[in-house]
Every structure is written in C-alpha cells, then in structure tokens.
C-alpha cells in the first residue's frame, strides 16, 4: 500500500459535534477567566479604596492638635527687654551753650522754696 | 403609518476580527468557525488522537483570543494558527509521551460496496496511526505540505525553517510513512 496524496488528504474529518465542543470550550474558558479577572479588579479596587480611607484618616489625624494636659498655674511672662537709646552727646560750643540753654529752657513757673525754723512749715512761692 | 425597509448592515470579515478586539465573543465565535476546521484537523494528524486534538484546538483559539490585538487583518491569523498548533501540539505531545493513535469517527462517505468502504477505511486508519509514528518534524512538514496543501515556503515559515529543509522532510517522511504502513499491515495480518 503507498500513502500518496489523495489517500493523505482523504483523510476523515472530524465530525461536526467536535469542533462545536471545542467552540464551547474555548467561549466557556474566555467567559470563565472574564470572570476572574473582574472579580480581581473589583477586589483590587476595593483594596484601594481601603488605603486610601485609612491615609485620609490618618492625614486628618495629625492636622488636628492634640490636647495637651490641664493648664493648672501659668508662667510669668517675661520682662521687655528694651534697649535704651544709645545717647548723642554733641560736642556744643561754649560760647553757645548759654544761649542755647536759654532759647531751649521750658516755660516753666518760677518756684522759689523758703524754708522756716519749723521744719513742717515751707513756703512755696511761685512766678509767673 | 410607512413601511420602512429594514436596512441590514452588511459585515466584513474585517469587521469580525475589529468586533473581536472590542471584546465581542459572537464576534470571536465567528472568527473561531471560520478557522475551526484549518486548527482542529492538522491537530488530529499530528497528535492522532481526537481529544487530545480537541485540547489543543481550545488552547490555540485561547492563545489567539489572547493575541487578537496584534492582527492587522485576517489574512494573517492563518499562519499565526498553523505556526501555534504545530507549537501546541509538540508541546501536548511531550506532555504525554508517546502519541496515543486513535482512528476518529468520520464524515467521508465513500459510495461503492461494503466491502471497498471497509477496505478504504482500514487503509485511512492505518495511515492515520503511521503518522503518529514519524519524527514531529517530518510529521508537521507532512501534515501541512501534503495534508493541508501549503506550499513548501509557506510551511517554511511556519516551522521557522528553509524551504530546502522542508522539502528534505516532506521526501523523508514520505518514504518512512510508507514503511510504517506496510509493518503495521504486516503486523495486521
């Protein structure tokens, strides 16, 4: 017996039923791994949701402040410290320094003080 | 109230293979119809087994459900499948040891006598069972240069050889095919 070409092709197909079984097969796996995979993402999804929850919570937990324990005596405050100006001594003329204390001199009421043999006993006499 | 004329789109296989990538299984059951017969019949002559064809036709189609994306048109999914069948086959093959020979339920009908039918089916049987017995090189170089017509650089291609390697092959299993079957009719005898 030679195996020549038409004997090669003449070869029987499969039936019918073979290739809708593989059909079915093929579209069972696809609808059975869709499956999966959306029942992966939906656990995905709800897995991040999860962690984003928690880092909003935790987020929030450390902007807000925190009570600290009761206040029961308050410290003094401490003193202003001020630093005193430091002063300007001019070097005036002297032949100036008369006039100048005179021009610059507060209208101020003459006081004259008279002082009596008693001690408790003073006399103020002011002058316009 | 009018009558109006139902308009029916008209659908290219392009269409079949661009409704497929969306993720429409009607449309990839029709792409699976359109190449069922090319996957599952050069799966039964290499691993000679009809169930064992009928794994592997399922994971080409799930390897090609997979792939969709990376066809630009139909025309070249065909090769893609025999490149894969012939790859999922050696890989079945290995998986389960020698290949179980099983001569499958056919749909050939041969008029003439009884007696011509039962002769023609033990000679299919026969050849059948012989080319479970080649080298899976020789097989697949037969099974499609010679069973599913390809041409010699087509099968190259697809069994990522020469031509010249194919057409050495195709010769050698012929003539080990041919001495196969006359021991297994010894053997019958």
């Known amino acids: 017996m030679m195996p020549d070409d038409f004997t090669l092709r003449d070869l029987p197909e499969p039936l019918e039923a073979s290739y809708e079984a593989v059909r ?87 006081v004259v003080r008279m002082q009596t043999d008693d001690p408790n006993v003073v006399i103020l006499w002011m002058v316009d | 109230m009018t009558n109006c004329p139902s308009i029916v789109a008209v659908e290219g296989p392009a269409d079949v293979l661009a409704r497929a990538r969306r993720g429409d299984e009607t449309a990839f059951e029709e792409l699976m119809r ?22 592997a036709a399922q994971e080409v189609f799930l390897r090609l459900y997979r792939k969709l994306r990376v066809f630009g048109s139909l025309s070249e999914i065909r090769p893609w499948l025999y490149r894969v069948t012939v790859n999922v086959c050696y890989d079945l093959a290995r998986k389960r040891g020698r290949l179980a020979t099983e001569f499958p339920a056919g749909e050939v009908l041969v008029e003439g006598s009884q007696e011509q039918q039962i002769r023609l089916d033990q000679r299919r049987e026969l050849l059948a069972e012989a080319l479970t017995y080649l080298p899976e090189k020789e097989r697949a170089a037969i099974v499609l240069r ?5 041409d010699t650089a087509e099968v190259a291609e697809i069994l990522g050889s020469t031509p010249a390697t194919v057409r050495s092959q195709v010769s050698t299993g012929r003539a080990r095919l041919r001495e196969v079957v006359t021991r297994l009719e010894r053997r019958r005898k």
């Open chain 2, 34 to 55: 359109m190449h069922e017969r090319q996957v599952l019949r050069t799966a039964l002559r290499l691993v000679g087994r009809l169930e064992d064809a009928q794994d």
């Open chain 1, 24 to 110: 079915r097969g093929v579209l069972g796996e696809i609808r059975r791994r869709k499956r999966v995979r959306n029942a992966a993402r939906m656990v995905a999804a709800a897995a991040a949701c999860v962690l984003l929850a928690v880092a909003g919570l935790l987020a929030l937990r450390q902007r807000t402040p925190t009570a600290g324990p009761p206040i029961l005596a308050r410290a003094p405050e401490a003193p202003a410290f001020v630093v005193p100006a430091k002063a300007v001594h001019k070097r005036l003329n002297p032949k100036h320094r008369a006039i100048r204390l005179l021009a610059h001199a507060p209208a101020q009421p003459l």
């Open chain 2, 146 to 150: 010679e069973i599913e017509g390809l």
